[in-house]
């Protein structure tokens, strides 16, 4: 069964600071990957999605994420921060075929001044 | 419509009683799924319609829960017999359903029920 790790529930991050968020993932072929944001009383936002190719792939909002299949990771990063990022991050894992997504239980990110 | 439309946005209910949470997704969008977020965790999939049909419903925990998509349109998950485990935040997504399978969910906002 695919399952998510996102093993920081919160992070604290300077405003400009650069930020690094975990996800590893358990899936037993090539997934697809995701991250999503969500801010309160919010739905969940795409941020960026691999699928194939290259494995640093570019999100909206400065966001980026590299593929590792040797890690089974897909690390969210952001060169600077600004308040307006603080949500909760959620990192997904999908099979190929159609997209019954599985969710880590996310990263809450709280940007201090 | 532009986006994915959940309604009621917040439901209260007492323990034992019957509810209903509507989804209109995206003028289009063939597929669509139905989540659960409890506190603290990341949505969890109950079921997946592929037009009018279900074509996964596993994540459905129990027999109180069903969903029905009757025009391949809107979409109505229904629970019965309400308990408090149930309280959590439902969330609606849908997407176009390419031959590639490389779809992308766009979610609603979500409804937030409340079993008291």
């Known amino acids: 069964a695919q399952s998510v790790t996102q093993p920081d529930i919160h992070i604290t991050v300077s405003e400009g600071a650069s930020l690094e968020l975990r996800c590893n993932y358990s899936y037993g072929a090539t997934p697809y990957l995701f991250w999503y944001v969500q801010s309160p009383g919010q739905g969940l936002q795409l941020l960026l999605k691999?699928?194939?190719?290259?494995?640093l792939v570019q999100g909206i909002k400065g966001f980026e994420a590299e593929f590792k299949r040797s890690q089974s990771s897909f690390n969210l990063r952001k060169p600077s921060v600004h308040w307006s990022d603080a949500a909760e991050y959620f990192c997904?894992?999908?099979?190929?075929?159609?997209?019954?997504?599985?969710f880590g239980k996310g990263t809450m990110l709280l940007v201090s001044p | 419509g532009a986006g994915v439309s959940q309604t009621p946005s917040n439901k209260v209910t007492e323990k034992g009683k019957y509810v209903e949470l509507r989804c209109d997704p995206i003028?289009?969008?063939?597929?669509l799924y139905w989540y659960r977020q409890s506190l603290g965790q990341g949505p969890e999939f109950l079921i997946y319609?592929?037009?009018?049909?279900?074509?996964?419903d596993s994540g459905l925990p129990n027999d109180r829960f069903f969903a029905v998509r009757p025009e391949g349109s809107v979409s109505t998950l229904k629970i019965q017999r309400t308990e408090r485990g149930d309280s959590a935040v439902y969330l609606c997504?849908?997407?176009?359903?390419?031959?590639?399978?490389?779809?992308?969910?766009?979610f609603g906002a979500g409804s937030r029920l409340t079993v008291l």
């Open positions: 003028s289009g969008h063939t597929a």
């Open positions: 319609f592929q037009g009018t049909g279900a074509a996964d």
């Open positions: 691999y699928f194939s190719g290259d494995t």
């Open positions: 997504a849908s997407s176009l359903q390419s031959d590639s399978g490389a779809n992308v969910l766009t």
């Open positions: 997904a894992v999908g099979p190929q075929g159609y997209s019954t997504l599985t």
